[in-house]
Nanobody
Framework: QVHLVESGGGLVQPGGSLTLSCVASGFNFSRYALGWERQAPGKERELVAGITTTGDSTAYSPSVKVRVTISRDNAKSTMYLQMNSLQLEDTAVYLC???????????WGQGIQVYVSS
């Protein structure tokens, strides 16, 4: 079965750092582009960052650019989101996403809460 499991969330202070992890299983991880999405109450779902299958290219939303780094380790079937200088506005449920045109597949994790507060 396909599983995408996020971890590393929790409560952090403004200006702090946090690293989210997404461990995948049940599909050909290396053939899927990956991304992190987030959903906050009263806001539209936002694509935070994306990364290609090999990790040679990344993309970020303007709201997190410079403060966030997405990466992946295909050998471990794991994807990461390093977040620095966290702001109150970063509070949201973060979900990892995997998509592949060749595999005709698209999957999401259940999400993990990040709460930025002093």
């Amino acid at each position: 079965q396909v599983h995408l499991v996020e971890s590393g969330g929790g409560l952090v202070q403004p200006g702090g750092s946090l690293t989210l992890s997404c461990v995948a299983s049940g599909f050909n991880f290396s053939r899927y582009a990956l991304g992190w999405e987030r959903q906050a109450p009263g806001k539209e779902r936002e694509l935070v960052a994306g990364i290609t299958t090999t990790g040679d290219s990344t993309a970020y939303s303007p709201s997190v650019k410079v403060r966030v780094t997405i990466s992946r380790d295909n050998a471990k079937s794991t994807m990461y989101l390093q977040m620095n200088s966290l702001q109150l506005e970063d509070t949201a449920v973060y979900l990892c996403n995997a998509v592949s045109q060749s595999e005709n597949g698209q999957y999401w994790g259940q999400g993990i809460q990040v709460y930025v507060s002093s």
